[in-house]
């Protein structure tokens, strides 16, 4: 009979120590009552059924094993997105205080709004009532226009009636004073003077005054321009209207002379110059100035 210990020895290769314990004892306890081949064959059956479990055992530690081991990744990975998790729940803190602090100073800028737009309410009101003053102002204002107005336009028609007198004593004036300067001059002697309209081209020209006479012997006419301030663009003008009249008069008087002349209080320098240059007469009241 196989010992004890041998029945063991060859059971741990294939069972757990105890489970070999187990059924190396049975057997011995079996041998000693005589286990039959019945039932020995029954004891090879629950041995096999046992050695199934151990199989079946060791799988499933296997299996445990590997659950354990994707447990373990698993709890890895919770861990490792617990720890994103607390980053972004500090980062949201962070983020909320942030957006405390704003709201705290958008509440600030709020009521300074506020406040600026009860000043600006203030000042349009203020605003408002001196517009209503501008636009009380402005009535009177224009009323005192109107007003003005027909003060002016009774003073234009005064002066314009001072200024015809004025302009008719000093054409007048012209008519004496210029048949003295020109005889005190050149001895001109004088056979008419006063204002004369002439017609050339269908047009009339108006002249303050012609002085017809002699000098020195030939017969001469002289145009006169009559202006208390004489100006170079009126000198021109005159010249023009001259020119224009010219061939009239040299078919009414073949023989005689045509002489421009300029008479005024007034006449800047260069006016002068301009007169002189044509050939023309300028004569204030005093007696001539330039001649040619």
Not at 106 to 121: I, K
């Amino acid at each position: 009979m196989v010992s004890l210990t041998e029945i063991r020895n060859r059971l741990q290769r294939s069972f757990t120590p105890d489970q070999a314990e187990l059924i190396a004892n049975l057997h011995v306890e079996m041998h000693d009552q005589l286990v039959t081949p019945h039932d020995f064959a029954e004891l090879r059956s629950v041995v096999g059924e046992l050695a199934e479990s151990q199989q079946r055992t060791e799988v499933r530690v296997e299996q445990l094993a590997d659950a354990q081991q994707r447990l373990a990744e698993a709890q890895q990975r919770t861990e490792v997105r617990v720890e994103q998790l607390a980053e972004a729940q500090q980062r949201t803190e962070v983020r909320v205080e942030q957006l405390a602090e704003a709201q705290q100073r958008t509440e600030v800028r709020l009521g300074e709004l506020a406040e600026a737009q009860q000043r600006t309410e203030s000042r349009v009101g203020e605003l408002a009532d001196a517009q209503r003053r501008t636009e009380h102002a402005v009535v009177d204002l224009a009323t005192s226009l109107k007003q003005a107005e027909f003060a002016i336009k009774d003073l234009a028609k005064q002066v314009g009636g001072l200024a015809a007198t004025a302009g008719g004593n000093l054409e007048a004036y012209a008519s004496e004073r210029i048949p003295e300067v020109l005889a005190e001059r050149f001895g001109f002697v004088t056979e008419s003077c006063g204002i004369e309209a002439i017609e050339a081209g269908g047009k009339t020209y108006e002249f303050d005054a012609v002085i017809r006479g002699t000098l020195e012997g030939r017969e001469s006419i002289v145009l006169c321009e009559v202006k208390t301030n004489i100006t170079e663009a009126e000198v021109r003008e005159f010249l023009r209207m001259v020119d224009r009249v010219r061939p009239v008069l040299a078919q009414a008087a073949p023989a005689a002379e045509v002489q421009p002349l300029f008479f005024g209080y007034r006449a800047a320098v260069v006016t002068q110059k301009l007169i002189a240059g044509t050939g023309a007469w300028l004569v204030f009241p005093r007696g001539l100035v330039a001649a040619a």
